[in-house]
């Protein structure tokens, strides 16, 4: 582990000319959560939604910005749907997320929320429209569609709608599931 800590170390010393000209224009970077440097590069790859990648150690995850309901100061948001404004101290969880971003749900019409099957969270609905697709905001992963499970009709991504009436979805366990007795 020693040899690893003194490679990542020469590593960015070599980096910190190249990081140092990108913060003179206006890059932001940040102490990577992984090896620790600040070599992390933040970058916008949708609206709000941002990716920080190390230059490091390679390390990369995916971060949500939104203005603070309170203040208006920025929070950060990170995986999980959490975030605390480090100016009022505002909380801010999935609800709050979902609210956010969501769009407005007419009754009459089929839910546009859907469960994600990357991160597995199924107390609520964490899927919105995003762009031409959908975005957790639970794992901040990016999904291309969303599929209703053909046994319980939830709305959920990464399903194969054609078997979920016998094996289910994420939030059901389908038809063959039932006792048949």
Do not use: W
């Not at 709000?48 to 100061?73: G, M, W």
């Not at 971003?101 to 995003?130: H, I, L, M």
């Amino acid at each position: 582990m020693h040899k690893l800590g003194q490679f990542l170390k020469a590593k960015f010393d070599v980096l910190k000319p190249q990081i140092a000209a990108e913060i003179a224009s206006a890059c932001v970077f940040e102490n990577c959560g992984v090896c620790g440097f600040k070599a992390a590069r933040i970058d916008e790859i949708g609206e709000t939604l941002h990716e920080s990648k190390c230059k490091v150690c390679a390390a990369e995850r995916r971060l949500l910005f939104i203005d603070c309901p309170r203040c208006t100061a920025q929070i950060r948001i990170e995986d999980m749907a959490e975030g605390q404004c480090a100016k009022c101290g505002v909380d801010v969880d999935i609800n709050d997320l979902v609210e956010a971003f969501g769009v407005a749900q007419d009754p009459k019409e089929p839910n546009s929320y859907a469960y994600c099957s990357e991160c597995f969270r199924t107390d609520t609905e964490t899927v919105v429209p995003y762009g031409d697709g959908y975005l957790c905001l639970s794992c901040l992963t990016e999904h291309d569609s969303a599929d209703n499970c053909r046994f319980c009709n939830a709305l959920c991504t990464g399903i194969d709608p054609v078997t979920t009436s016998g094996f289910g979805c994420l939030v059901c366990e389908g038809s063959l599931s039932l006792d048949h007795t």
